[in-house]
């Protein structure tokens, strides 16, 4: 068992606190109330954008530091996949009439851009940033993967935007992100796996934050 096993069974309340907030729940059950899912919408492609040069910059981290090269194959396969992401943002609200253009970023969005810009400083070891990616992308895929199984009632109208993380292609590739933060981690000194373990929670409250947002609080 690696470190990331280690910490979900340690921070596991946290994990589904993250993965099974009240906003995927009620996607999952069919009661999310849809200006709720265009404030998630509007505000995930916000997000989206910033998190481009953050994954670009973990990119870049592998280049120097990482050990394997296919780790530089495997982060550029999920660079390469956001423009076809923010491609399906603008598609969608242009479905429900959104306007990209006029959006503004709400303070949870704006503080978690804010801390993803902050993991692009060249002090960031490529150990923490790597865990953070996964970290990222394993919520998403957890939350919405939960809203694909066969007891849920998830309107039709909101189960193409789940099956785009929800699917088993990215499942698959947030678990090669998953070994790459096993190893990296494994090979760590103890300071660098707690500052890579902060970070992971860190995370995990900012999706919160976010998911919260998405619902309507504060």
């Not at 999920?78 to 423009?83: Q, S």
């Not at 076809?84 to 969608?92: A, I, R, S, T, V």
């Not at 500052?195 to 995370?203: I, Q, S, W």
Request: with cysteine; charged share 20%; net charge negative.
């Amino acid at each position: 068992m690696g470190t990331i096993e280690t910490w979900m069974m340690k921070h596991s309340l946290l994990f589904a606190g993250a993965t099974r907030h009240p906003f995927i729940r009620s996607i999952r059950d069919g009661t999310l109330h849809l200006s709720a899912f265009k404030r998630w919408l509007e505000q995930d492609y916000i997000f989206v954008s910033a998190f481009v040069p953050f994954v670009a910059s973990v990119l870049l981290k592998a280049w120097k530091e990482s050990d394997d090269n296919s780790d530089m194959e495997i982060i550029l396969n999920g660079l390469a996949t956001l423009e076809g992401e923010l491609k399906w943002f603008k598609n969608e609200a242009s479905k429900w009439g959104i306007s990209l253009s006029s959006s503004v970023p709400l303070k949870a969005n704006l503080d978690y851009c804010s801390f993803v810009e902050s993991l692009m400083s060249s002090d960031v070891e490529y150990t923490v940033a790597i865990t953070a990616y996964w970290a990222i992308e394993a919520v998403y895929q957890a939350s919405y993967s939960h809203c694909l199984e066969e007891d849920s009632n998830t309107p039709a109208e909101l189960k193409e935007a789940c099956e785009r993380w929800g699917n088993d292609v990215f499942g698959q590739y947030c678990f090669s992100l998953q070994q790459i933060a096993n190893r990296c981690l494994a090979k760590a000194p103890d300071d660098l796996v707690s500052k890579a373990e902060v970070v992971f929670l860190r995370v995990l409250k900012h999706e919160v934050e976010f998911w919260n947002m998405s619902c309507g609080g504060t």
